[in-house]
């Protein structure tokens, strides 16, 4: 693994001093069993450069779990969006909602729990209306659907994508 670092300013270790400076850089061997590869950096500034015989391994710990968090959140997105097809397609010609509600592919995506919610929402802003108000209300246990607007699925969606930008499901 090659690790370039333009701004060795920024790198949380100790200096080194210049008779310890070469011209390819410092090798850095982490010594932990997942990250067996040795790492060079290469200054491109020459204010200083730094010691990594002793890397700051809560940082690599942070680095790591971030990448796998994200690596879960896509692979969360991607179930979503198979089983959200195929409940898509499968009960396109469907006019009852509850048979709708009780297709296997919706109540996998409500077995999602909240980690599903901001996905719902989502689809709901980007592809209108859809009968995604029972998965909410079953996963949050909440209604922001009011008498008045039963039954206008867009005044309904619309009412939902309100509710989830104020519990921050929603970034905009």
Known sequence: MLMLIDNLSDWPCEEVTPEKKTEMGVRIRLER????????IRPKTTPTTCRVDQPDYELVRLAFESIEAKLHDIAREYRFRQLAGTWKTET???????AKALHPAYQKIIGMGEPAVPLILRDLQENGPRD?????????????????????????????????????????
């Open 33 to 40: 069993s997942w990250f067996h590869e040795a790492s060079r």
């Open 92 to 98: 396109r010609f469907m006019s009852n909602v509850t």
């Open 132 to 172: 995604w108000f029972w998965a909410l209300y079953m996963i949050t246990e909440a209604n922001p659907v009011n008498e008045s607007i039963l039954g206008n699925m867009a005044a309904m969606t619309e009412a939902w994508l309100r509710w989830g930008r104020k519990k921050g499901y929603l970034k905009n």
